[in-house]
């Protein structure tokens, strides 16, 4: 079965440093790669997703992933990040090809210190 | 904006007793699922519907966990005899897709279950 590993689970950034949380995956084939945050009482939100093409996605509030398929990852980055990323950061995955449910990752939760 | 939408929010229940979650998808998506979310670890899929039929079910979903979709809009999650291990976030989700098209998944908000 498809797993999903997020290395880091509590980060902690100052404000303005950049930010790179890893996922990989187990299974490879055609995949779909998402990145959810949920932010402190909120449901999960969609940060971007991956379907195919280019495999630099960019996101909202300036978040972006790169797809790297030989690695099975799909690492999610920021330049610089703020207070307001404080969330907890979800890896999945929907595939290999035929299976629709997503897997997730067990999170990562950034803590940015102002 | 009428996302998805999950009630009741919080249930406490004794155990033993039966519970039941109600999801209302985004209008018009035909794909279902229910996860479910305990502290510290990522959302785990239970059940996934396409239209009314429940096309893949976790091993996660024991005899106790029933999930339906009866008309094809909005579904039940019963889980009868509850135990003490049952106390998770449930979460529903809906997408709209044919196929193994990439379809983005749309979280509720979550039903949040305590058995005492």
């Known amino acids: 079965a498809q797993s999903v590993s997020q290395h880091n689970h509590h980060v902690i950034l100052s404000e303005a440093a950049s930010l790179e949380l890893g996922c990989n995956y187990s299974?490879?084939?055609?995949?779909?790669l998402f990145w959810y945050v949920q932010y402190p009482g909120q449901h999960l939100q969609l940060l971007l997703k991956y379907f195919s093409g280019d495999p630099l996605v960019k996101g909202i509030k300036g978040f972006e992933a790169e797809f790297i398929k030989s690695k099975f990852s799909f690492n999610l980055r920021k330049p610089s990040v703020q207070w307001s990323d404080t969330a907890e950061y979800f890896c999945?995955?929907?595939?290999?090809?035929?299976?629709?449910?997503?897997?997730f990752g067990t999170g990562t939760k950034l803590q940015v210190i102002p | 904006d009428t996302g998805v939408s999950q009630n009741p929010r919080h249930k406490i229940t004794k155990r033993g007793q039966n519970v039941t979650f109600r999801c209302d998808p985004i209008s018009e998506h035909n794909r279902l699922y229910w996860y479910r979310q305990t502290l510290g670890q990522g959302p785990e899929f239970l059940t996934y519907f396409q239209n009314e039929a429940q096309l893949e079910k976790s091993r996660l979903l024991s005899d106790r966990f029933s999930a339906e979709r009866p008309k094809g809009s909005f579904s039940t999650l019963e889980i009868q005899r509850t135990e003490q291990g049952d106390s998770a976030m449930y979460l529903c989700?809906?997408?709209?897709?044919?196929?193994?098209?990439?379809?983005?998944?749309?979280f509720g908000e979550g039903s949040w279950l305590t058995v005492v």
């Open positions: 989700a809906s997408s709209l897709g044919t196929g193994f098209s990439g379809n983005t998944i749309y």
């Open positions: 999945a995955v929907n595939g290999p090809g035929g299976y629709q449910k997503v897997t």
């Open positions: 299974y490879g084939g055609t995949v779909n």
